[in-house]
């Protein structure tokens, strides 16, 4: 039979954008409540219970498509990071399949700059003391 999504976690390519259709119109608890922004906006379809074909009309191809996190337990730097980084692997893995993502939000704005701090830090100050030295 078919599955709406696979053991890897993809939902059916054939029938995405049919299923875009119907999740943005009829799902309450799903992108009418996410505050997500998807461009174009999908295609509206209502079910009705007279409908015995179900014949759901495809979506256009995204363009743009933006939707926030929600994240609860980050209470602590360690959550954070552990967070950051996961999102970003993750992001990684669909740049890689040719999806351009763009994760953002707080932790991303504010705490993904410390991330590597150490780093950026040593690596001024190695350079500090090869301009010193140098000169």
């Not at 059916?12 to 309450?28: E, G, I, R, V």
């Not at 996410?34 to 409908?51: A, M, T, V």
């Not at 929600?70 to 980084?85: A, E, H, P, V």
């Amino acid at each position: 039979g078919h599955r709406l999504v696979d053991s890897d976690g993809i939902i059916n390519p054939k029938a995405f954008y049919n299923y875009l259709s119907a999740w943005a119109t009829n799902d309450a608890l799903a992108y009418g409540a996410s505050q997500g922004n998807l461009k174009p906006q999908p295609q509206r379809w209502i079910h009705s219970p007279e409908d015995v074909h179900l014949e759901i009309k495809k979506s256009s191809p995204l363009i743009y498509t933006q939707l926030p996190f929600y994240l609860s337990g980050l209470s602590d730097t360690d959550s954070i990071k552990n967070l950051i980084m996961s999102v970003r692997e993750l992001c990684l893995k669909y740049e890689a399949k040719g999806l351009p993502n763009f994760p953002s939000g707080i932790p991303f704005l504010f705490w993904e700059q410390y991330l590597y701090l150490r780093t950026s830090l040593l690596l001024a100050l190695a350079c500090a003391l090869a301009a010193i030295f140098i000169v």
